[in-house]
């Protein structure tokens, strides 16, 4: 009976194996997107992850005379009405909250209508937002949105909270600290210390202003010799505008320490977000970060895997180890 059983399990595999479905799997293997991915880690609570969860835009419940968001952008001028001047010159400046008092929409829904000032050059200007809520709801609002605009109170929490700390960045997307982007690319898993926290802009409100700690590493971006000052836009909060959060950007703990494993030459390819072949998957994802896409393919000697990424790069893995790649 078991000899019976054994041939027809080969007989099977035969046939499968003609049907190119037997060891290649291809047809019945799912792609893992980055969401997959990230909803696996969901349940591991990192320190990262603790640091700032607490912090969002004040509620208007808490909004005083003298609250200010920072403008930055000239749209702003289709979301105001002005009771004096107009919004042009508003970007990089501040609207100066005043008060709350019920309106009337368009469609005749209660309203509130938010009264600002703005200190400009020819004077102070009034400006008024409104929104389609009764004011009797204001304050079970969670936030309250005026769009292009920062809440400055959130920076000044968030300055108190990372300025002087020692961390360690994890991407190389950096900024000049006037905001501009930087062609080249920065270094990963490298310290900095935090110099200050700025209004960033309304998609990622937090500017956080950094030094790198290493000289080579700041010679290496800054040959003149200057001291090598960078930025990097952040988030907070857990809506789906917050992508950049502080656990994405910064790590508390040497990552150096963490992987004492890998050898230098490729810890110095991990920094400036370069592979190689023969990297393992760990090292490739310390490297240039989690794939957009992954997809496992069984092979007749092992597992082939595919990382895509949404930049156009793509690797491929055999038995765990990179043998192909476009970077």
Not at 185 to 212: E, K, Q, W
Not at 305 to 326: A, I, K, P
């Amino acid at each position: 009976m078991k000899a019976r059983a054994a041939v027809i399990l080969l007989f099977s595999c035969i046939v499968l194996t003609s049907l190119q479905s037997c060891f290649t799997g291809v047809e019945s293997t799912p792609r893992i997107s980055l969401n997959d991915v990230k909803k696996q880690q969901a349940a591991i609570v990192t320190d990262e992850q603790r640091f700032l969860a607490g912090l969002a835009p004040t509620p208007p419940s808490q909004w005083r005379p003298g609250h200010r968001l920072r403008v930055d952008d000239a749209k702003i001028a289709l979301a105001l009405t002005s009771a004096s001047a107009s919004a042009d010159s508003l970007p990089g400046r501040d609207l100066v909250f005043d008060s709350f008092s019920p309106a009337v929409s368009l469609t005749g829904t209660d309203a509130v209508e938010v009264a600002f000032h703005a200190d400009l050059p020819g004077g102070r200007a009034e400006y008024f937002y409104r929104v389609s809520v009764d004011i009797a709801d204001l304050d079970t609002l969670e936030a309250l949105h005026v769009p292009f605009t920062v809440d400055i109170d959130l920076v000044a929490r968030v300055d108190s909270l990372m300025r002087g700390r020692r961390l360690f960045i994890r991407t190389p997307q950096w900024y000049s600290p006037s905001g501009s982007h930087i062609a080249v690319p920065g270094l990963r898993h490298v310290p900095v210390v935090i110099d200050s926290v700025v209004a960033g802009d309304s998609n990622y409100p937090l500017g956080i202003i950094f030094t790198l700690e290493n000289e080579a590493h700041a010679r290496a971006l800054e040959p003149s010799g200057k001291e090598c000052t960078r930025m990097v836009y952040m988030t907070v909060g857990r809506s789906r505008a917050a992508t950049r959060n502080f656990d994405i950007l910064f790590s508390f703990r040497d990552p150096r320490q963490i992987y004492p494993g890998i050898k230098d030459d490729i810890w110095e390819l991990i920094v400036r977000s370069r592979v190689k072949e023969g990297m393992t998957r760990e090292e490739c994802r310390l490297a240039l970060g989690a794939p957009t896409t992954l997809r496992r393919i069984p092979t007749y000697g092992g597992m082939r895997e595919n990382w895509q990424y949404s930049d156009g790069v793509y690797l491929y893995f055999d038995d765990g180890f990179l043998t192909r790649f476009r970077q």
